[in-house]
């Protein structure tokens, strides 16, 4: 039997137009998948070396990939897994960074070309980590540890920081991250040339909010950051302003705030607003746990108006339960949906004009179902473009 290398390079040398998606299972695997047509198929799948695999970064110039471990239990720590991707998309590991416990997110930042540094939130140790890269097995570049007066207005969730995403802004001079449990967005300075943060001030959402996720649209004076919020299950815009001094900081104010129904409609108990994504004029958040579509749950779209301002347009099937991760493709006529507890990828196809998401052209289960509300089934999908 053909390994299941053996098997892709024959696949692609083929002649065959395909697209390639990795994605992560919490049982600690990486999935190599590629979609032809309607029909998506698990090329390879592979042990990631960490716990919890619960986040990739791709870095499509690079030709590499980078797996957070969300650990939380057992082990004192985990790692962060870095591989290079060979030209026929293969994965060899190449390298990995001691990390604490609980990393949810990583993103690339500083370096003239603006990967030469990786950032981790720690969901479970309230901090940030960074790292040079590539990774050597060295201990962090830098920690930033956040502690809290007392518990916030929700207790259960908010007991200490809970950094839950970091992602640079447009310019590349900031590190944004919404820190669920101290209801704070953090705003962090870039100095690309060494990869050190420095506190840059935050954006104050309502208390029991709940910041989770975010993503930028527009640039300059006309930017906006829009924000998923896990607690009060909403996405909330806030206008930018950047400095006139290289001294100075980004500053965020509230613009508005949406819930992802129509009439701006309460979502049903249960459901946690999870990833937020933009693609040209349009938002998009996963609803997980809504029930929405005969038991599945739900994507909201919104339209952006040229000031930043959203408007809701529609719900539509994830085409599984909790969808913790999505992932847009460059040319916007695909979706790829990551539903956590069926452990399935879903391809949604996508109108690139309007924005708006139609039917399923492919899925596939991968690994074994979650649970929901466990740290188990699938956790994240990208595509490899």
């Not at 720690?122 to 890269?133: A, E, G, M, N, P």
């Not at 029930?291 to 739900?298: A, E, I």
């Not at 039917?359 to 188990?376: Q, S, Y």
Request: aromatic share 8%.
């Amino acid at each position: 039997m053909l390994s299941s290398h053996l098997l892709f390079v024959a696949f692609l040398s083929s002649g065959v137009s395909a697209a390639r998606l990795y994605a992560s299972h919490y049982s600690g695997t990486i999935n190599i998948l590629n979609l032809n047509g309607n029909t998506l198929t698990l090329v390879n799948s592979t042990s990631t070396g960490n716990t919890l695999p619960s986040w990739i970064t791709y870095d499509s110039p690079g030709k590499a990939l980078y797996i957070a471990d969300e650990v939380f239990y057992g082990a004192s720590s985990g790692n962060l897994a870095s591989f290079s991707i060979s030209s026929d998309g293969a994965l060899k590991a190449s390298g990995k960074g001691p990390t604490a416990m609980g990393v949810v997110a990583t993103t690339l930042y500083g370096g003239a070309d603006g990967r030469s540094f990786i950032a981790n939130a720690h969901y479970q140790t309230s901090q940030i980590s960074t790292f040079k890269l590539p990774l050597t097995g060295a201990q962090p570049l830098q920690t930033l540890k956040y502690t809290m007066d007392g518990p916030g207005k929700i207790p259960s969730r908010q007991d200490a920081p809970h950094p839950h995403h970091v992602f640079t802004d447009p310019t590349g001079d900031y590190l944004i991250v919404p820190d669920l449990g101290a209801d704070l967005i953090r705003i962090k300075r870039i100095d690309r040339s060494s990869g050190k943060l420095t506190e840059c001030g935050t954006g104050k959402p309502v208390p029991g909010t709940g910041p989770r996720h975010g993503a930028f649209w527009g640039s300059g004076a006309n930017t906006t950051l829009f924000i998923a919020n896990e607690l009060s299950n909403s996405v909330s815009g806030w206008k930018v302003a950047y400095p006139s001094a290289s001294t100075g900081c980004l500053i965020l104010t509230l613009q508005d705030t949406l819930t992802p129904y129509q009439g701006n409609a309460s979502a049903p108990t249960g459901t946690k607003v999870g990833e937020i994504h933009v693609k040209d004029n349009f938002v998009y958040t996963s609803n997980r746990n809504d029930k929405r579509f005969s038991g599945n749950d739900s994507i909201t779209q919104y339209n952006i108006a040229s000031g930043g301002k959203i408007t809701w347009v529609e719900n539509t099937s994830s085409y599984g339960t909790y969808p913790r991760s999505f992932d847009i493709n460059k040319a916007g006529d695909y979706i790829a949906v990551g539903d956590q507890t069926t452990s399935n990828v879903a391809v949604v196809a996508r109108d690139t004009v309007t924005g708006r998401l139609g039917k399923m052209v492919a899925t596939l289960r991968i690994g074994a179902a979650g649970t929901p509300e466990n740290e188990d089934g699938l956790s994240a999908v990208v595509w490899a473009e």
